[in-house]
């Protein structure tokens, strides 16, 4: 099941929403954290945010002066989308959304780029889109964690073959897009982006014993969170 079915999916969503609720995901401990502190002053700011979700970064960013394109495939989370007069909904799947010619400043994307395939020509277009000195800024599950052809624990396998991986959660056949770090490295520098920041947000060992089920990610990185200016 690729990204753009995957959360309008009755038993997928159902489980999603639970993790969240339960704050047991990665987004409130480690990536909300690293994403707020690589973004740079949004007042004033035009933004797309690709992949939004149920629109809680949109909002963010709208709440600090952004005017904000959120953009998902998921009709389901779209219609759950928290409202704001400064963020703009559109229901679009990834690999076909365009915008025209340096017509914003910054592009976002919290943990769904990994559910891209084109991940090159996505970041062809987002560096169309950005006026010069715009940023991208985005996180997605890190290649350790993609990489193994058969899914399993801290075990790092198959790093090289890049391309579809099927994993279940929640849902038996969720596709996501395994790629090495120096690919999407290399692919950002190739379509002229000047790298700023590169991270691999971790959680301490407070954090762990405070939550416990964090403990494994301090076995291997869970996420890659990178910002490249254009």
């Known amino acids: 099941m690729k990204g753009s079915e995957l959360y309008d999916d009755p038993d997928f969503l159902s489980g999603y929403r639970q993790l969240r609720r339960d704050r047991l995901g990665l987004n409130d401990s480690l990536e909300i954290p690293a994403m707020n ?7 004033g700011l035009r933004v797309v945010d690709l992949g939004c979700g149920e629109g809680r970064l949109a909002v963010r960013l709208a709440s600090g002066g952004a005017e904000v394109v959120a953009v998902d495939a998921s009709e389901q989370m779209l ?64 290649p350790v964690v993609t990489a193994p052809l058969v899914a399993a624990d801290c075990v790092v396998d198959d790093y090289a073959d890049e391309g579809p991986r099927q994993r279940a959660w929640f ?28 991270d691999e947000p971790l959680p301490t060992a407070e954090q762990v014993e405070r939550h416990p089920h964090l403990a494994v990610h301090r076995r291997r990185p869970p996420l890659l969170l990178v910002s490249a200016v254009r």
């Open 171 to 198: 849902v038996d056949g969720v596709i996501k897009y395994h790629q090495t770090l120096g690919t999407v490295l290399g692919v950002l520098r190739q379509h002229g982006f000047r790298l700023n920041v590169v």
């Open 37 to 43: 502190a690589v973004l740079p002053a949004v007042e």
């Open 79 to 142: 219609a759950a989308a928290s409202r704001h007069p400064r963020v703009r909904y559109v229901r679009a799947d990834l690999a076909e959304f365009d915008l025209p010619p340096e017509s914003v400043e910054l592009v976002v994307s919290s943990l769904a780029l990994h559910y891209v395939e084109d991940f090159s020509g996505l970041v062809g277009r987002v560096a169309r889109w950005l006026t010069p000195g715009g940023t991208f800024a985005f996180s997605i599950e890190h």
